[in-house]
């Protein structure tokens, strides 16, 4: 493929309109959105709307005016994304704090039932999370395998599978359908974490039979730096699990002001705190660019971008750890190096953002909305060049940041 | 005192000069900055550059440019305001989510005591989160008391004797010291809720000898609705406390991604998820507005401030129910009247904001950096002509909204 085919699948790329919608800086070839999501030109508008009209002029009477309700209706912005119906998402605190809440309501579901299993290798937080709440429960514990051996790790004493959907590394990408029938097969509940999912690949929970799910917005969705997560729960289990950080925000009755506390009806018993209101705005404005956005046109260009840097790499001599089944991968392409982290700041360098993952792991994130067929070729020219000559060897190129 | 009076208190005021700092709508009366504080004008432009520049421009390196150190850095910050040394205090999650953080650790010292011990009527979210911490240790309860009943509740079973500082409804002001001291002295720890406290009242938890602490920073603080909350650990417990939401910023090495958890020294194990940068570039801002301001000319202020909307309180035959003594009080102060929600709604119509918590309680805020003498004596004479005229017995005032 020449650089003209490039230009040419540019020209017939029906998402080529969404990059107008992006304000990335002039020349940079950002392939870390699934790290952090670049900002979408709307949202500057709408915090203007939010700092300054909101909360510096409306002040306390904003929280009839919208705010009230923000967890909710973000909530059914993202339910489209993920194939849920939108009295089955809500949105507030981080992956992190939504992934104990329902760690810990699965582990009381059934007596019997007190492991959770996961994926050796899972992102950490997620198996950081499931130690705290195994610590909660009395006779509660963590069983952690590896990916190939999920299914026959599924006994009778497993109470929650806890998987995400996306490899944070490699992006291989589990069989959402089949792990959820053997999980309930098994008499589990399944709970996905979609951060490397949503508006990247095609997911549908409810087609699936899901249970729970989490999912990170600030990646594939763009709504900013540390924005708030989102939450599912598959309504046949709405009324049967409750939270452990029973917090005032998901109270039946908030502002009764009553001492004892009784969880509201549906998602709200799932916040915790005052819902953050500037983060939400951000969020907000994000999600609307996805509306109208169709997903199967937005993974189809993936795989196709995806193809592009595969072939770079090949041509390069890089080992690639992602599947070459698109029906088994996520959006991002990562290749096995010893000075992945050398060549990650030699691409930094020359332009190209992509990022390491601890040992060896270069990624580079491939996001149709704003990445061109031509941008990922450019992306691919420049790995070629910089591993042909060897540039990331130099010395300034070791040296470690605090954040990798 | 006459208008002249209060004029003349007004331009020999020290704090005058910070109330051109804040984006107040001209002619409003704002007493409830207790439950939002207003937006700072710095926060405006700190949230340009957070928006545009450090996530629109530098994107992902932003994590090694300063956002990585924000929950220890805004710590610090607020450090001076509470009276705890910089390495004490760090900020993310919501108050509640703290709250659970701590409770639950506190719960785990002494497998002797397992009792949280806490007023009736503390804010709801306090006694509902101590509800979900103590569902999760076996054996513990929640027991809940009057607040004169407090000292001699404290029994030997007791883990945790948690109180808010300043009451949200009545102002009433714990004595920090003596339950601090009659707390060590039974043989527990002490976690104080400074919700209503922080920039409102001096607070000094070292000399307090006080254990833990929580925080909100939307209200005095003036960090925006929903803000970021900080936590407080005093230095002796840093290393025997944990914290059960083991997410991956509070790992020892964040970046390293193991699968074990291990929890950072120091403050840093409080952290769950990634930081909340939009609200954390906010709440900086607002915290910079402190830097060098006297906590205790803050407090006189409040102080002089009170007296003028208790003597109109009194001129208008209202049952004031926060106390006359300044060391028994906050800084904001409520009236109990069967029609105080339609006395706030015909309040607000003249321009004057409080609010109103169930199921009798008006509530007016004292904020001594955008409230000058003559404002609090118009707002008070305001509610005097609301009083004697009976316009809150209007109809439109009766009608409930949503958030009260």
């Known amino acids: 493929m020449t650089r003209d085919d490039h230009r040419a699948a540019d020209a017939a790329d029906p998402l080529a309109i969404c990059r107008a919608q992006f304000a990335l800086p002039a020349g940079l070839l950002y392939l870390d959105g699934n790290s952090l999501g670049p900002l979408p030109h709307a949202t500057v508008a709408a915090m203007t709307d939010m700092v300054e009209r909101q909360w510096g002029q409306r002040l306390i009477r904003s929280w009839n005016e919208g705010w009230i309700d923000a967890p909710t209706r973000l909530g059914a912005k993202i339910a489209p994304l993920i194939g849920a119906h939108s009295h089955e998402v809500i949105v507030g605190d981080s992956t992190s704090v939504n992934l104990y809440k329902l760690l810990s309501a699965a582990l009381r579901v059934d007596p019997q039932r007190r492991v959770i299993l996961s994926e050796a290798g899972n992102f950490p937080t997620d198996l950081h999370v499931a130690e705290g709440a195994v610590a ?67 997911v549908d929970l409810t087609a699936a039979g899901a249970d729970l799910a989490v999912g990170c917005t600030y990646k594939y969705l763009n709504g900013g730096p540390g924005a708030p997560a989102f939450l599912y729960v598959a309504e046949r289990w709405q009324d049967r699990l409750a939270s452990p950080l029973s917090g005032w925000m998901g109270h039946v009755e908030p502002f009764a002001f009553t001492d004892a506390y009784a969880p509201s009806r549906g998602m709200k018993r799932w916040l915790a705190g005052t819902p953050p209101m500037l983060a939400m705005a951000a969020l907000e404005a994000s999600l609307d660019v ?78 149709p909305l704003y990445l061109g067929h031509e941008d990922v070729w450019r992306a691919g020219e420049i790995l070629r060049n910089v591993i042909a000559d060897r540039s990331y060897t130099a010395p300034e190129y070791r040296q470690r940041q605090a954040v990798t």
């Open 136 to 202: 909660a429960v009395p006779g509660a514990s963590l069983r952690v395998v590896d990916r190939s051996a999920i299914a026959d790790a599924l006994a009778d004493d497993v109470a929650v599978l806890l998987l995400t959907h996306v490899h944070y590394k490699t992006a291989e990408r589990f069989d959402m359908v089949a792990l959820t029938r053997a999980t309930h097969e098994a008499g589990a509940l399944v709970l996905w974490d979609l951060s490397h999912s949503v508006g990247a690949v095609p």
């Open 290 to 367: 996805w509306a109208g956005i169709d997903r199967h046109t937005v993974w189809e260009k993936s795989a196709a971008l995806w193809t592009i840097l595969a072939d770079a790499g090949r041509a390069a001599g890089l080992e690639c750890v992602t599947p070459a089944d698109p029906a088994h991968r996520g959006s991002h392409i990562s290749f096995r190096h010893p000075a992945a982290y050398a060549i990650a700041q030699a691409l930094i360098a020359r332009g190209v953002i992509g990022d390491f993952r601890d040992p060896d792991i270069l990624r580079l994130g491939l996001t």
